[in-house]
């Protein structure tokens, strides 16, 4: 895991952009503490930078910038290659060597002889991982950016001011005196209304995310105009679901869970191999118990996981974790999080993000990682699970709501008993707060009209903004039914721009890489490929998951409602936090042009008097209102 950062800035001197460029480095060390360097081509004013922690190679083999064996390409490149040896294998088999034999075994030199042998797209889509990076072709005078499938790892790029800017963190650009770091409030208001800034979309103007999956091929015409290509794909999650509909699995449950199995082991393994130290974050839930358990049934010495308890019994994990551990014989690591260490932590979340983000689980995530990297450096999660297998608590509810309907029911019985049933869960307890949402839910007329309902519901939610817009999303296949649908919305939304967001920053903050093994891509298309039933039946959630699981660690140590990573924060913004909350959105304007101040009192005063519990907008609010203050 790694830091880049770059540009191309026409007319600038080697020196010049040499300064630059460390500059921008300087900001996301904590990417890479373990090395740096930087390259710059003054003949055409491109500038590549990196910064490295090192997993793979730790010999100075491994140095980035790397120059190709053939001296075309030159990379900045950011995760890993997980099958990067069967590459080079078939590399070797197909008498495409690089000219001077391998220098090293790093998967960064194993993609640099696939681009000199088989282009751009092809090399892309041989491989397994997760990754950002940055590669200069001298002869075509052109650079690629190139984003992992389901975007584990970050990448901004965007013109300012004459110049093209890149890097895994909005602070590397910033870094740069072109950045203007003009405030989108477009994308300000989405973000109030979903707690996270969706791809392609960033906080400033003129600034991208690179949307998971594809590569921006940006040539000399591109460059003398200052315009942006439309990013390529070379791989689709819709068209994952769209060939899954296709082409179904039509084995048997019992062949789909060895199926799931098998990739699953191979995923860990593949996943497991560092030249560091290697553990696990373990919640004790189905996902991230699953990948524990394959990590430790693949070998004889004891994995190394880490867990982290919660002081409010009612959001305590940790003895689920324990539990697990002791089946499994792991070396399990708790700490159990104590309210003042959550609380020193909250000043510093708006330059950790470095852009508005509001998912509160960002807190344990922080700590658990500060955990884990006392012991380890690279540290496997079972992020993936809930889109793709469908185990998310709304799932079953929007089935419900369909079946309801279908029988040409009121909503009333089945939805709501489906609500009690998930009482505890944040994003559940929105829906029994008004009735009205429900009997409009079920008057959809279709599986797509009713996702598209119940995402436009947050989309449309009023915000204490002058201005009520968004910004457009990326779209996605309606599917054959309606959880379906909604899983393959939030897996290419919610998982890449809220989840992956929330581990990467929150890990790279403490110098630990993240590996999330149920995200390899073949274990997405199998499960795309899924009937329903395997995966949502009765009411019980990623039951071809389950069933893996339940082959490494009894029914009774795992089977409980999913409680979610939560921090009493309604509670502590009432008591704790006041003081800040209340000094933060004072310092709004009585004549803001930008904020609607009586909106956002009567907000905060309704959330205060415990008459409403408005946790998610105000904390939403408040990681916009830090990091407008930090701006100034």
């Known amino acids: 895991m790694c830091g880049i950062a770059g540009f191309i800035h026409l007319g600038e001197s080697r ?23 930087v390259w710059v081509d ?74 000199s042998a088989w282009g751009i797209e092809k090399t892309l889509q041989s491989t397994v991982g997760m990754f950002a990076l940055a590669l200069w072709d001298k002869h075509e005078k052109s650079l690629t950016l190139a984003r992992d499938r389901i975007g584990e790892k970050p990448l901004y790029y965007g013109w300012q001011n004459g110049v093209f800017l890149f890097g895994s963190e909005l602070k590397a650009l910033k870094a740069h005196p072109a950045f ?39 040539t000399q015409h591109h460059v003398q105009q200052r315009t942006l290509p439309p990013p390529v794909p070379y791989w689709s999650l819709g068209d994952a679901a769209a060939q899954g509909l296709e082409n179904p699995f039509i084995g048997s449950f019992a062949d789909a869970v060895d199926q799931l199995e098998t990739l699953v082991r191979q995923a860990v393994q593949l996943q497991s191999v560092a030249d560091v130290p290697v553990g696990a974050f373990l919640s004790g839930g189905i996902d991230s118990s699953t990948v524990v358990a394959m990590m430790q049934s693949s070998t004889t010495s004891k994995v190394t996981t880490f867990s982290i308890g919660m002081p409010d019994a009612k959001m305590d994990e940790s003895q689920h974790a324990a539990a697990v551990a002791r089946h499994l014989g792991t070396n399990h690591v708790e700490h159990v999080i104590q309210p003042h260490e959550a609380l020193d932590l909250i000043p510093r979340l708006s330059e950790i993000w470095d852009e508005p983000f509001a998912d509160s689980s960002q807190i344990p995530t922080y700590l658990v990682s500060q955990l884990a990297k006392q012991q380890v450096s690279v540290a496997l999660s079972g992020d993936g699970g809930d889109e793709f297998f469908l185990g998310y608590s709304q799932y079953v509810f929007y089935q419900k709501i369909w079946r309801a309907r279908h029988l040409g029911r009121l909503p009333w019985t089945p939805a709501f008993k489906a609500l009690k049933m998930f009482e505890g869960s944040q994003r559940v307890a ?128 795992v089977n409980r409602p999913k409680m979610g990573f939560d921090i009493p924060l309604s509670s502590w913004l009432r008591k704790e936090l006041r003081p800040w909350v209340e000094e933060t959105i004072s310092k709004i304007e009585h004549d803001s042009p930008n904020f609607d101040r009586p909106a956002i009192f009567q907000l905060w005063n309704e959330h205060l008097s415990g008459q409403i519990d408005h946790t998610d907008q105000i904390w939403a609010l408040l990681s916009l209102l830090t990091f407008i203050n930090r701006q100034n």
């Open 42 to 115: 003054a003949q055409h004013s491109v500038a590549l930078g990196h910064r490295r922690l090192s997993i793979l190679d730790l010999s100075p083999a491994g140095h980035q910038p790397m120059t190709s064996s053939c001296g075309r390409y030159v990379i900045v490149f950011n995760g890993e290659i997980y099958n990067h040896l069967d590459i080079r294998k078939n590399l070797e088999t197909a008498g495409s060597l690089p000219i001077c034999g391998w220098r090293g075994h790093s998967d960064t030199e194993t993609l640099l002889a696939c681009f």
């Open 430 to 557: 929105s829906v029994s707060r008004r009735s009205q949402t429900v009997v409009n839910a079920w008057r959809q007329p279709n599986a797509q009209m009713l996702n598209r309902y119940w995402f436009d519901r947050y989309r449309q939610r009023k915000v204490p903004l002058a201005e009520q817009c968004s910004v457009e999303m990326l779209d996605f296949p309606v599917l054959g039914d309606v959880a379906s649908t909604a899983g393959l919305w939030d897996a290419g939304t919610y998982l890449p721009d809220d989840i992956l967001v929330k581990v990467d920053r929150a890990a790279m903050a403490n110098s630990l890489e993240t590996r999330a093994p149920l995200l390899d891509h073949r274990i997405i298309e199998f499960a795309c490929s899924l009937p329903l039933k395997y995966k949502l039946n009765g009411g019980i959630s990623k039951k071809v998951l389950r069933e893996v699981l339940y082959r490494h660690v009894p029914k009774s140590i």
């Open 15 to 37: 020196h010049v952009s040499s300064f630059r460029l460390t500059a921008m480095l300087k900001p996301i060390v904590h990417r890479g503490p373990d090395d740096g360097g």
């Open 180 to 218: 203007s770091g003009e405030m989108d409030w477009h994308a300000a208001s989405t973000f109030l209304r979903l707690n996270y800034i969706p791809a392609p979309s960033s906080i400033y103007q003129g600034i991208f995310k690179l949307v998971p999956g594809t590569f921006l091929p940006l």
